[in-house]
């Protein structure tokens, strides 16, 4: 069974970095493609970035790219998130997801299980 629990979120001022972890307690993250996504208040949820079962395809926002990072460690069933160079614009709740589809892509209905997600706030 996969349950995925979102950690590392906070306050943070502009510029600054945070890394957000996202464990399965399952221990079935090998199984599956791997997003990032968010929601700021009165948006929709959006995409952030994606790696694939194997990480050997990683995919960005624009928004984000060039400043976040995505990561997994199978044997530890966790991904993270690198955030580097946070703006304002960032502050958003940030939800992990996992994609048992052949490809991996951006569309948030093809991600089968959420976490409850993690805050994250940059501001002065």
């Known amino acids: 069974q996969v349950q995925l629990v979102e950690s590392g979120g906070g306050l943070v001022q502009p510029g600054g970095s945070l890394r957000l972890s996202c464990a399965d307690s399952?221990?079935?993250?090998?199984?599956?493609?791997m997003g990032w996504f968010r929601q700021a208040p009165r948006k929709e949820r959006e995409f952030v970035a994606l790696?694939?079962?194997?990480?050997?395809?990683?995919d960005y926002a624009d928004s984000v790219k060039g400043r976040f990072t995505i990561s997994r460690d199978d044997a530890k069933n966790t991904m993270y998130l690198q955030m580097d160079s946070l703006k304002p614009e960032d502050t958003a709740v940030y939800y992990c997801?996992?994609?048992?589809?052949?490809?991996?892509?951006?569309?948030?209905?093809?991600?089968?299980?959420w976490g409850q997600g993690t805050q994250v706030t940059v501001s002065s």
């Open positions: 997801a996992a994609s048992p589809r052949l490809q991996p892509n951006r569309l948030s209905s093809d991600y089968d299980y």
């Open positions: 399952g221990r079935t993250l090998y199984r599956f493609h």
């Open positions: 790696i694939s079962r194997t990480a050997n395809i990683i």
